[in-house]
Nanobody, 121 residues
């Protein structure tokens, strides 16, 4: 079994900052990509930022320069630092991990339950 647990999030005023983090635990051989997705009301879940096991990062264009993703491979943890937040960043943020479990021959996607981020004055 693999568990993905997010923490952080909350309510912040426009222009403020917020951090979210995610720990992946359980029977894990390796984790390839770790990332953050978000789902805004009425919209589909969309990628926000991804970091590979080698540290390569990518961001959706609307968050570039404001969000920073990082990971701690020793602790199977991924972080998302969000600055200069805007009302349109309001969403449920989900952690995703591509996990290879012992005995498997390919990665499987695992998801957290999501944390709410609300940007409002």
């Amino acid at each position: 079994q693999v568990q993905v647990v997010e923490s952080g999030g909350g309510l912040v005023q426009p222009g403020g900052s917020l951090n979210v983090s995610c720990v992946v635990s359980g029977r894990i051989s390796s984790i390839t990509n770790m990332g953050w997705f978000r789902q805004r009301p009425g919209l589909e879940r969309a990628s926000v930022a991804v970091v590979t096991d080698s540290g390569r990062v990518s961001y959706r264009s609307s968050v570039k320069g404001r969000f920073t993703i990082s990971r701690d491979n020793a602790k199977n943890t991924v972080f998302l630092q969000m600055t200069n937040l805007k009302p349109e960043d309001t969403a449920i943020y989900f952690c995703n991990a591509e996990v290879l479990v012992p005995g498997a021959d390919r990665d499987v996607d695992y998801w957290g339950q999501g944390v709410q981020v609300t940007v409002s004055s």
